[in-house]
């Protein structure tokens, strides 16, 4: 890969650092996804996910406010915004206490990012190709909807970054 390596701890937060953030240990996955709901919530194209174990995130400066909702797959969630300047930050799952969903686009380091997967392409806008610019020996996978198992795509992604993942 080309882009910059990343070095832990990931620091990030909002706009107006009002909060921030830093993650102890290596993402599990990052992912585009660009059903209509996350197209709605971003105001943008897709949104750019990147699930850390939730002992690894901890918030170093400022507190979130929270917007409970049901999300249109039925989960229980809850999205966590920076109270002055409104930036989603991460978001929660109850049926996922074991990790939270980091906006990767709010990362003070960003150029190493490169999702392996791409999910709701059947919604997606028409001039995104996820697939430009990117080597096809890293397994990129598109998906036209949601997948229910990410534990393929998580081994791909630790193969990617075999520095951050202990073997076994």
Known sequence: MDA???????????SCEGVRYEILSFPLLLYTCSCTDCQTTTGSAFALNMPVATKSFRLIKGEPKGWHRTSTSGADSTSWFCGT??????GSRKSRPD?????????????W???IAHMFRSSSQGWIDPAAGVNPTLGVECHDAHIDDFR??????RRLWPEFFTQG
């Open 99 to 111: 990790s939270v969903n980091v906006r990767a686009g709010t990362l003070d380091q960003t150029r």
């Open 113 to 115: 990012l490169i999702p």
């Open 4 to 14: 910059m390596r990343p070095v832990l701890p990931l620091i990030g937060g909002c």
């Open 85 to 90: 300047c409104s930036a989603r930050i991460f």
């Open 152 to 157: 393929g795509l998580a081994l791909k992604w």
